[in-house]
Structures are given as structure tokens and as C-alpha cells.
């Protein structure tokens, strides 16, 4: 068997390591030569450094060269340039292969979730579209520090596939055939965690922390709902678990963006200061968007719309989350009279 992975960030280098180390060559498609030839000596620095790649990770600069053979295809690019990338490979995939979507967002305009992105523009079925998502920092993994994921496939034996092609001694991939809640999941906890993030910035502390934690849990709960997915799925790893990592570790992209939109930055010195904008703030207009065509209520998330939007500070998205009507915890629960 044989893989390419579309993308050459920390996830995408490290997705691209743990499939050699289970055993599966894999050729990583990195856009500028000059990452190409360092991945090609064998490290990624810029995105994954103090770590030596396998020598069965090789990188080039061609998509069309990267998938050629290639079984199975995991693409790691910021959700909302995905389809730009991809565009050029639309139908060129063999006959059994398998994408796999290792991103966490919706794309903005459509609302698609990244595997029907996957589906519609490489003109895949969705039976062989796969998703990883779970607490996932690429640097502890690259580390070789113990973690769990989950790899979520409408056909349990293609989940399998997957697991079975990225699991290693220290990576441990459950399966699961809830695509829908998982990539949920993935794609709204990264717009909570900003909002963390934006909240530890503004200096505010640990209970602070933990009710926006809780609370955005209850919203990713109630928008998978509305949309069919399992229960079951967001007290997992891809839920709570992919949800607690993202908004407490220091090495979460979204969190730290947000804290500096805490600390008073615009998005754009946010981004000039993280290089480049967070998923969270990508995608938090299309979550809201979602959400609103569902009649599903986000007050978080709609708060960090206003902030990245610049409709309103963080002061005062607290001041309106605090105002709110007061109503009994659980998820459907109506406001008091």
C-alpha cells in the first residue's frame, strides 16, 4: 500500500510519519520547492522541528505525481482553501482509493463539511471519503507521546483500513461510523477554543475557562443533533476530548490566536503574529451560518463571529453571554420565565 498526504504543515508532516512508521511509503505534496527538498533530507523544521522523518516519507512540489498510486490520500490544508488545491485532481484518483480528510472546518458559502468537500471535488463516493479527528497535536505526536484519535467512515471496514494504515505504537485510532458528529466535532471546537483563548487574553481565569469549555460543548452537541448525529459521539475523542485539548494546551493554534485577540490585537495582527489566521476564525461565520439554518442557538460561537468580524469587543460579547436569560442546563432546555 501506498499514501500521499496533500499538505505539508505540522499535521500533514506528522499524519505522513505515522503512516510510514505503520508501514505505508507516503509522498507529501508540499507547495514551495524549498520544503519539498528539506522533507526529501529527511526533516520539516518550519512546521515539525527537532524531528527526524522516516525514510519513506518523501515530498514533491507535483499533486499529480504525490497520488499517483497512492491508495489512500489524506488531505491537511486549511478548510477554506481546500478546494482550490484539489481542484486539479478531480477524478484522477484510483478506482479503490481512499481520501481522507485530516482538516476541521466547514467551508464558508457551501457549509460543507470537509468530507463532502472531499467527495464533490475529487468526485469520490462518500463511502470512500474517511476523517481523523481527535486531540491531535502534531507536536506531542511527533514527539511520540500516547494519544487516541478516531477515524470515522461511513463503511466501518474502510474506518479500519485507515486505522489500521496510521496506527502505531503510540497512536491509537478507535473507529467510528458517525462522520457527520465527529467532523462536527473537530470543526466547531476549534472556534470554542478561540474563544477560550480570547477569554484567557482579556485575563480572565480558570472558571472562565471552564464554563465557555462546558457551554461549547453543549453547542456542539446541539448542532450535531439537529443534524443527526450519535449522542454518543461528543463524550469521545473527537468530542470532549479533541474539545479539551484544542482549548487548554499552549501549543493549540486557535487558542493562542484567540488570546491575542483577548490581549486586544486585530485579526489581522493576530494572524501576522501566528502566521496566518486559525481555523477557528475561518470557520466560525460558516458554523453560525450552519447553525442558523438549522434554528440552532450559538451564542459562543456567534460571540467569536462579532469579535472576528469586529461587530463587537470581547468585553462586550461577555457582557451579552452573561445578560442572557437564565434556563436549566440541558441541551434543549427553553429559558426561564
Known amino acids: ?17 505515522l503512516l510510514a512508521q505503520a508501514g505505508t511509503p507516503t509522498t507529501i505534496w508540499a507547495r514551495r520547492r524549498e520544503v519539498a527538498e528539506e ?8 512546521y515539525v522541528p527537532g524531528h527526524r522523518l522516516p525514510s ?78 481527535g486531540p491531535n497535536l502534531a ?13 470515522a467512515a461511513q463503511d466501518e471496514a474502510v474506518a479500519r483500513l485507515v486505522a489500521s494504515s496510521c496506527a502505531t505504537a503510540t497512536f491509537r485510532p478507535y473507529t467510528n461510523t458517525d462522520v457527520l458528529g465527529v467532523e462536527l466535532c ?3 471546537k476549534n472556534v470554542i477554543a478561540l474563544a ?21 460543548l453543549v453547542e456542539i452537541t446541539r448542532l450535531g443533533l439537529a443534524l443527526g448525529a450519535r449522542p454518543e459521539t461528543f463524550a469521545g475523542l473527537a468530542g470532549v476530548g479533541d474539545l479539551v485539548a484544542t482549548c487548554s494546551s499552549p501549543l493549540s493554534r486557535n487558542q493562542a490566536f484567540g488570546r491575542r485577540l483577548g490581549e486586544g490585537m ?30 440552532v442557538e450559538m451564542p459562543i460561537t456567534a460571540g467569536v463571529v462579532a469579535v472576528v468580524e469586529g461587530t463587537a469587543t470581547v468585553a462586550e460579547v461577555t457582557d451579552v453571554l452573561l445578560a442572557r436569560p437564565r434556563k436549566a442546563e440541558g441541551v434543549h432546555a427553553p429559558p426561564h420565565e
Open 196 to 216: 477560550v483563548g480570547a477569554a484567557t487574553g482579556h485575563g480572565m481565569g480558570d472558571n472562565s475557562r471552564a464554563t465557555i469549555i462546558s457551554r461549547g
Open 1 to 17: 500500500m501506498r499514501a500521499a498526504v496533500i499538505g505539508s504543515g505540522a499535521w500533514g508532516t506528522t499524519f505522513a510519519s
Open 139 to 151: 507536536d506531542e505526536i511527533a514527539a511520540g507521546q500516547p494519544t487516541g484519535t478516531v477515524v
Open 56 to 133: 519513506t516519507v518523501r515530498a514533491t512540489t507535483s499533486r499529480s505525481q504525490a497520488v499517483y498510486g497512492a491508495q489512500l490520500v489524506a488531505v491537511a490544508l486549511p478548510s477554506q482553501e481546500a478546494r482550490s488545491v484539489l481542484g486539479p485532481l478531480g477524478g484522477t484518483l484510483g478506482e479503490a482509493a481512499v481520501a481522507v480528510s485530516l482538516m476541521k472546518g466547514v467551508e464558508l458559502g457551501t457549509g460543507l463539511r470537509m468530507s463532502e468537500l472531499l467527495t464533490q471535488v475529487l468526485g469520490l463516493p462518500p463511502g470512500r471519503v474517511a476523517v481523523v479527528s
Open 186 to 188: 473537530g470543526a466547531v
Open 266 to 295: 486585530s485579526v489581522d495582527q493576530a494572524a501576522a503574529a501566528s502566521r496566518g489566521v486559525a481555523e477557528g476564525a475561518r470557520s466560525a461565520r460558516a458554523v453560525l451560518d450552519l447553525a442558523l439554518a438549522q434554528g
Open 39 to 46: 522533507i526529501n533530507a529527511g526533516t520539516n523544521e518550519r
